[in-house]
């Protein structure tokens, strides 16, 4: 079988209608055939997407360190461990002041440093650092752009209306920092003053309070969320050390063909893998972790060792098989499947491209996604089965649905639907062409995919996004 066949090798598609007509029951199944579950027929678009959903449960929870935990799901809500701030800290570097202005100056305290070792008397001030824990009786900060200094009380008091000299505006902060970054209350500024010329300072003004921004035990997120970096740094801002997560499922990536070449140009009678480069962008995008790609001669021997785990490394919850799922000479996926013993959940979808695609699950609970040869054929498989899987098993919710009017000519299928790579545009979703079954170069160019349904008559249209980021 080829990574890249011609279409004639896709079976006709059968009427999505007739699938819930009454009939006689099924014969029962030869010796040696795969033992077929409630949706063994080939099921319509939208069907065989749920049943993917639903073929298996979020894996159980672990808990891993923050580095480790990115692009997993919380398995359980995020509590705040400490209050944020912990303490009513300064929101500006400046001035810390009680009372009326002028204030004496009487210390330095920094973020990371000692705390001020008393209270402020009414008349005085610590300049601070931006984070640093207010004194006991500060009752505002003053911002240096406010803040004018003097080494010695203006007359007046500073107050607006009375003669007071010129002041200088404050110097950085650095030029008082001592080493280390602890508390001073000697040297630099201390001993010298200062005042607001706009007049007294609003009470509370530039202090954060403690837990203002979060107190302490908030639920800030909820389970099933998507640890993104942000959510990352909101943790360990938070108080934790690691996340209880769901794992990201593990899947193996098999493809298939005598003929198919990894590097360089394809001789007489070759082609590139073009499947194997494109799955493990799609798998992380759904929330999994894909293996390297691994490369199968034709055959039911090396499909079957590869299927038991008998190959070196570790089996993953997700098996997919690349270029094996048609009914061609050299497709042996449903023959090696029966001899393991698994349960074919879905047997051919009716969709156009890519209706010989299958999804089957092992003895051991392992999934097995049989994709078509032809790359976007086996694009379009990807996105039906294999991503509603891993995302079911990551935790993660439904992909979002989105609408949309489709402008162009487009030719529907009588009984199958059709997946049309497509861009948004301003009056709708507009076709880009070049999207026939053995080329990628439509979805290279495409935003989503437009689902058009059997007899479609124009109405809007089901977008399915194509993994550009992570949603």
């Not at 156009?352 to 498989?381: E, F, K, T």
């Not at 990807?382 to 609408?403: D, H, K, Q």
Request: charged content about 15%; aromatic content about 2%.
């Amino acid at each position: 079988m080829a990574v890249l066949r011609s279409t004639v090798h896709e079976a006709p598609s059968r009427d999505p209608a007739a699938l819930s007509s009454p009939g006689p029951s099924p014969a029962p199944s030869p010796a040696g055939a795969p033992h077929r579950g409630a949706h063994a027929e080939a099921l319509p678009w939208e069907s065989a997407r749920r049943v993917a959903a639903s073929a298996a449960g979020p894996l159980s929870p672990v808990d891993l360190p923050l580095h480790l935990a990115y692009g997993c799901r919380l398995a359980g809500p995020l509590r705040a461990l400490v209050p944020v701030p912990g303490a009513d800290v300064a929101a500006m570097d400046g001035y810390a002041v009680a009372g009326d202005p002028p204030w004496r100056i009487t210390g330095l305290v920094l973020a990371g440093g000692a705390a001020y070792g008393a209270a402020l008397a009414p008349g005085t001030a610590v300049e601070i650092a931006t984070g640093a824990p207010v004194p006991e009786g500060a009752e505002a900060v003053l911002p240096y752009e406010a803040a004018v200094r003097t080494g010695a009380p203006p007359p007046g008091g500073g107050v607006p209306g009375r003669s007071a000299p010129p002041g200088r505006f404050t110097p950085p902060l650095g030029r008082f920092a001592p080493p280390g970054g602890e508390s001073r209350t000697a040297g630099g500024p201390v001993g010298e003053w200062v005042s607001a010329p706009s007049g007294a300072v609003e009470p509370g003004r530039h202090i954060r309070r403690r837990g203002e921004d979060c107190p302490l035990g908030t639920v800030v997120l909820t389970a099933g969320s998507a640890v993104t970096p942000a959510v990352l740094g909101l943790a360990a801002g938070l108080g934790h050390d690691v996340l209880r997560v769901r794992p990201k499922p593990l899947v193996s990536v098999l493809v298939t063909g005598d003929e198919v070449v990894t590097l360089g140009l394809p001789g007489p009678g070759r082609v590139r893998d073009a499947i194997g480069p494109m799955l493990p962008g799609l798998v992380e995008w759904a929330g999994g972790r894909a293996e390297a790609p691994s490369w199968l001669p034709d055959g039911a021997r090396a499909l079957t060792a590869a299927l038991a785990g008998t190959q070196d490394g570790p089996p993953g919850q997700v098996i997919v098989v690349c270029g094996a799922s048609s009914k061609g000479p050299a497709d042996h996926l449903r023959a090696v499947l029966a001899g393991l013993g698994a349960e074919i959940l879905v047997d051919g979808v009716a969709v156009r491209p890519g209706h010989p695609q299958l999804l089957a699950r092992l003895p051991d609970g392992r999934l097995v996604a049989g994709l078509p040869g032809n790359p976007y054929a086996a694009l379009v498989a990807a996105l039906t089965l294999l991503a509603p899987a891993v995302r079911a098993l990551a935790g993660g919710p439904e992909a979002p649905r989105e609408r949309s009017a489709l402008t162009g000519h487009v030719r529907p299928h009588h009984a199958d639907t059709r997946m049309v790579a497509v861009r948004r545009g301003g009056r709708g979703a507009v076709p880009v062409g070049h999207d026939r079954p053995g080329s990628l170069w439509g979805a290279a160019l495409a935003e989503a995919l437009a689902v058009v349904p059997p007899g479609w008559r124009g109405e809007p249209v089901e977008l399915v996004s194509l993994p550009a980021q992570r949603v």
